[in-house]
Structures are given as C-alpha cells and as structure tokens.
C-alpha cells in the first residue's frame, strides 16, 4: 500500500515557522507531504527549506505555464488523501467561507474533492471578530474539520485565543482524519506503560519517581508509525498523547495494573514505566499537620510486579514482552538478574546515572536471550526505533 499524501497550504503569518516541524513529523510518520506557499507564507517559509524537508517541488504560483499546462490546481487537490492549512489564516478561512479563488492556494481549497483540515493562527482580537467567527460557522457546515486555536501569548505581545495548535497536535488530528496505514507492524496489538506512578500518603501529598514519560511515549509513537495498534498506558506526565495512539490515564501501581491486565490479550507488552516499589500501608484520609515531633513514621508494602505479572500470565501471555530496568552501575548484571526473575523476553537495561531524567538523552541496553547489545545512539528517539524494529524482527 503507497503512503497516504496530505497537500500542506502554508499561510501567511509567523506560526507558519511551525509548519515546517510539521513536514518533519509527517515525513517521519510516513506520510507524504506536498507543499503550496502563499506569497504572503513566502516571507516567513522560503521554498528551499519546505521543500527539502518535503522531499518533493513547493508550488506557488496558480499562474505557472508548465504546471497549468497540465491543469496542475486540478491535479494537485485531487492527488492528496487530504488537505492541511496551517497556519489557516483570517483570509483564506474568509476566502474558502466565501467561495473565492484569486490564488494558488484558494483555488485549490474549492478545487478539491478531499477532507480539508484547518489550523487557524491569528490575533486575538481577529480570532473573536464576529465576520471570523460567522466565516468558522460556515466553513464547519460545509464540512470543514478544525484543530485549535489554543489559547497563550502570542508574537503581537497579546495573550488569548488564536495561537496555532502545536505541530504534534496537528499531526495527531492529521493522523485521525487518515485513520491507520499499513506498516511492518499492521495489525499487531501492542500494549506500552509509561510514567511514573504516585501513591498518596493523604489527600494532598504522595510518593513518585523523577520519570518523565518521555521514553514510553517515543516508543509508543514509533509503534504506531509502524502501523500498530498501540494502547499507552500512563502514569501522571505534561506530554500529549503520540497521534493514533490510545492513552489510558492511571496514577497508582494498582490502577496501572488493573489497566494492564484488561488491555490483555495482546501481541506485544512494553513495560517502560517507573512503577513505585512500595506504596503506604494506610493513606491518610485527612492532610497530615506538621505536629512538635521531629519525626513522622510511615509503614510501607509492596506494589504488585506489573512485568512480572504479566510475563507468567496463564491465559493471555503476549507473545513478546519487554520490562525496563533503570540503573545506576552493573547495567548487564541487574538485567541480566531481571530477565531471569520475571520471566520477560527481553530487558532494556537503561543507565539513569547521566541524569537522563527529563531530557531527550538516553543510553540503553537490551538483555535478551541472545546476549547483551549496546542500542546505537544516544537519544530517547534512537531508542524507541530500535525497540521498534527489533519488535518487528521477534514477530516475525
């Protein structure tokens, strides 16, 4: 099956810097993408760079004779699967509103015969205006999906509504209006945690780890650009969800385990969440005051084995499953000791003591049955493709 191709109109305004990370992800996630710039989009975009990171020509002019010798507006929004503007401006939501077609960009908006997709960008003030507004309404009528704006500080010093959605969640809601593409892992059903988890000492205060979820969330991402289906099973973290990915929220090791075993049966089980050890024997109901003593004790218990649990699994044992394992020093050791323990297939061994926490950084291992290899690279991406493809090659 070919990639799926969106035609990217690049509007006029600052956000359209965005754009171009967009390109980036669409071309990471396997979606091919063609580029029209506005003349106004050209003085924040320049050709070269959309196109290069495109990979393929950045059309302009509705007026080119060699294109239109070949009625290039009528080839180029029918050739795509769907039609993305971003940033979509106040004029051309006026011009598609309104049916008019004086440019390359508004021509191919009333040309096409595909979805189209709209991430507006503008100041607040022009976002609230009541002819934007009444153009909004018209456009969702006709059909017209919408992603943003969001709401922040904008480049006019002003804050509010207008701002461009970020461009991972304009790839998400691209992502959705495709639906799923085939890949190497088609069909598959893959199950990820990720995050820490947080056990409550009272209603107020509790015990979690440094985790940031950043790592469980790259591979869950490069999963589902593989064409898996990917449930992300997440502990409390300040990220969105990777498009196409269904993400299920949960806070303690109990509610992560519960999640886990009812996301069963599935193909593939990646535990990289930073589930706590031990939890308090008795939450507080009520916030714990500071008294006159200098002291206050607490008594801990384990928290179930989330891996452990399901790599013994009787009924639905996922024919690969995967644990981390976060350390400090002896890295081939200590996984070597907890792939025997849990009766996983492999363990990514992760070295933590570079302060890894947070950051796009990482080193990782991976212990398995066949011995002990060093990943290449050294980035929390670079470790999600390598899980990626070496789930791809145990499966088969």
Same mark, same amino acid.
């Given at each position: 099956?070919?990639?799926?191709?969106?035609?990217?109109?690049?509007?006029?305004?600052?956000?359209?810097?965005?754009? &171009?990370?967009?390109?980036?992800?669409?071309?990471?996630?396997?979606?091919?993408?063609? @580029?029209?710039?506005?003349?106004?989009?050209?003085?924040?975009?320049?050709?070269?760079?959309?196109?290069?990171?495109?990979?393929?020509?950045?059309?302009?002019?509705? !007026?080119? $004779?060699?294109?239109?010798?070949?009625?290039?507006?009528?080839? &180029?929004?029918?050739?795509?699967?769907?039609?993305?503007?971003? =940033?979509?401006? *106040?004029?051309?939501?006026?011009?598609?509103?309104?049916?008019?077609?004086?440019?390359?960009? /508004?021509?191919?908006?009333?040309?096409?015969?595909?979805?189209?997709?709209?991430?507006?960008?503008?100041?607040?003030?022009?976002?609230?205006?009541?002819?934007?507004?009444?153009? &909004?309404?018209?456009?969702?009528?006709?059909?017209?999906?919408?992603?943003?704006?969001?709401?922040?500080?904008?480049?006019?010093? +002003?804050?509010?509504?207008?701002?461009?959605? #970020? =461009?991972?969640?304009?790839?998400?809601?691209?992502?959705?209006?495709?639906?799923?593409?085939?890949?190497?892992?088609?069909?598959?059903?893959?199950?990820?945690?990720?995050?820490?988890?947080?056990?409550?000492?009272? =209603?107020?205060?509790?015990?979690?780890?440094?985790?940031?979820?950043?790592?469980?969330?790259?591979?869950?991402?490069?999963?589902?650009?593989?064409?898996?289906?990917?449930?992300?099973?997440?502990?409390?973290?300040?990220?969105?969800?990777?498009?196409?990915?269904?993400?299920?929220?949960? #806070?303690?090791?109990?509610?992560?385990? +519960?999640?886990?075993?009812?996301?069963?049966?599935?193909?593939?089980?990646?535990?990289?969440?930073? @589930?706590?050890?031990?939890?308090?024997?008795?939450?507080?109901?009520?916030?714990?005051?500071?008294?006159?003593?200098?002291?206050?004790?607490?008594? !801990?218990?384990?928290?179930?084995?989330?891996?452990?649990?399901?790599?013994?699994?009787?009924?639905?044992?996922?024919?690969?499953?995967?644990?981390?394992?976060?350390?400090?020093?002896?890295?081939?050791?200590?996984?070597?000791?907890? $792939?025997?323990?849990?009766?996983?297939?492999?363990?990514?061994?992760?070295?933590?003591?570079?302060?890894?926490?947070? /950051?796009?950084?990482?080193?990782?291992? $991976?212990?398995?049955?066949?011995? !002990?290899?060093?990943?290449?690279?050294?980035?929390? *991406?670079?470790?999600?493709?390598?899980?990626?493809?070496?789930?791809?090659?145990?499966?088969?």
């Amino acid at each position: 099956m070919s990639e799926p191709r969106v035609l990217l109109i690049i509007g006029g305004g600052i956000a359209a810097y965005k754009s &171009l990370e967009l390109i980036r992800l669409l071309r990471k996630g396997g979606i091919a993408v063609r @580029v029209v710039l506005t003349k106004a989009a050209e003085q924040f975009v320049t050709p070269l760079t959309a196109g290069a990171l495109s990979n393929d020509k950045v059309h302009q002019d509705l !007026f080119d $004779l060699t294109t239109e010798a070949e009625m290039g507006h009528i080839t &180029l929004s029918r050739q795509a699967d769907l039609v993305v503007v971003a =940033p979509a401006t *106040a004029d051309l939501m006026a011009k598609l509103a309104h049916g008019q077609a004086n440019d390359l960009a /508004s021509t191919l908006l009333l040309a096409t015969d595909k979805k189209v997709l709209m991430a507006p960008a503008m100041n607040v003030r022009m976002w609230h205006h009541p002819a934007t507004q009444r153009n &909004l309404e018209t456009l969702k009528r006709d059909g017209v999906e919408f992603v943003g704006p969001d709401e922040g500080d904008m480049a006019c010093g +002003e804050f509010g509504l207008g701002r461009m959605s #970020e =461009p991972d969640a304009i790839f998400g809601a691209i992502q959705s209006q495709l639906g799923p593409h085939k890949g190497p892992l088609n069909g598959r059903r893959i199950v990820v945690t990720a995050g820490p988890t947080f056990e409550p000492l009272d =209603p107020v205060r509790g015990m979690t780890n440094r985790s940031s979820g950043r790592q469980g969330y790259a591979i869950a991402e490069a999963l589902a650009r593989k064409g898996a289906d990917v449930t992300l099973i997440s502990g409390p973290v300040a990220l969105p969800a990777p498009g196409g990915v269904r993400r299920i929220d949960v #806070e303690t090791a109990d509610q992560m385990l +519960e999640a886990s075993l009812n996301a069963l049966p599935c193909d593939v089980f990646v535990a990289v969440a930073a @589930v706590a050890d031990w939890r308090p024997k008795q939450a507080a109901t009520e916030k714990q005051k500071k008294g006159p003593d200098a002291e206050l004790s607490v008594t !801990f218990v384990k928290n179930p084995d989330i891996l452990e649990t399901v790599s013994k699994h009787l009924d639905f044992r996922p024919k690969l499953v995967i644990g981390f394992a976060a350390e400090t020093s002896e890295l081939e050791a200590y996984a070597r000791a907890k $792939l025997a323990s849990k009766g996983c297939d492999a363990i990514l061994a992760n070295d933590v003591s570079d302060d890894v926490f947070g /950051s796009a950084k990482n080193q990782v291992s $991976l212990a398995d049955l066949d011995g !002990f290899t060093a990943i290449p690279g050294t980035t929390k *991406a670079d470790v999600a493709n390598f899980v990626a493809r070496y789930i791809h090659k145990r499966l088969g």
